[in-house]
T-cell receptor, first 110, second 118 residues
Framework: RKEVEQDPGPFNVPEGATVAFNCTYSNSASQSFFWYRQDCRKEPKLLMSVYSSGNEDGRFTAQLNRASQYISLLIRDSKLSDSATYLCVVNQNTGNQFYFGTGTSLTVIP | ETGVTQTPRHLVMGMTNKKSLKCEQHLGHNAMYWYKQSAKKPLELMFVYSLEERVENNSVPSRFSPECPNSSHLFLHLHTLQPEDSALYLC?????????????????FGAGTRLSVL
């Protein structure tokens, strides 16, 4: 089983739409969770950390469900500039590894 | 600008060549990483350094040789590569390692070196 699994998409949504991505992780001992954004042929950039109680940053909301071992990212009022690949990243509380999902591709259409 | 600089940005090399990738971070971080990103695959961790000491080596072929002369610089020396090694090689740094307190383990990536092996 993969450490981190994401639906690769692609998700094609109109401007203004709300879109949600889910990510599941296999290690129940994982403690840190992140969403990164990667534009085409660019490096991944941190979008937001995911806290146990869930957190919001403008149009973006991240949630963590430890019981079901998944994290989610909700994007409201999608903009053209949100088009990118969204990477789910999880660590273990021991060891030195981060595990990345394959990413979910989002295209926001005018 | 993330504070992590990689050179070169693009590299084409033959299978018999020797080349090196360079990464420099200006963030005062203690941990540095090399990742390989191939199409349709998740980022693959290659090496992790903490305070200049290698702490992770994920079964990477010996044709890839890392070097960390100080906490700000990381190199990846390449020799006798294969065409399947063609990929985007990403360097990252974080204040502390993956198991550290949330916030201290956030990774910042360089722009990457796009490598083509002919």
């Amino acid at each position: 089983r993969k450490e981190v699994e994401q639906d690769p998409g692609p998700f094609n949504v109109p401007e203004g739409a709300t879109v949600a991505f889910n990510c599941t992780y296999s290690n129940s001992a994982s403690q840190s969770f992140f969403w990164y954004r990667q534009d085409c042929r660019k490096e991944p950039k941190l979008l937001m950390s995911v806290y146990s109680s869930g957190n919001e940053d403008g149009r973006f909301t991240a949630q963590l469900n430890r019981a079901s071992q998944y994290i989610s990212l909700l994007i409201r009022d999608s903009k053209l500039s949100d088009s990118a690949t969204y990477l789910c990243v999880v660590n273990q509380n021991t060891g030195n590894q981060f595990y990345f999902g394959t990413g979910t591709s989002l295209t926001v259409i005018p | 600008e993330t504070g992590v600089t990689q050179t070169p940005r693009h590299l084409v090399m033959g299978m018999t060549n020797k080349k090196s990738l360079k990464c420099e971070q200006h963030l005062g971080h203690n941990a540095m990483y090399w990742y390989k990103q191939s199409a349709k695959k998740p980022l693959e961790l290659m090496f992790v350094y903490s305070l200049e000491e290698r702490v992770e080596n994920n079964s990477v072929p010996s044709r890839f040789s890392p070097e960390c002369p100080n906490s700000s610089h990381l190199f990846l020396h390449l020799h006798t590569l294969q065409p399947e090694d063609s990929a985007l090689y990403l360097c990252a740094s974080s204040q502390d390692l993956a198991g550290a307190t949330l916030g201290k383990n956030i990774q910042y990536f360089g722009a990457g070196t796009r490598l083509s092996v002919l």
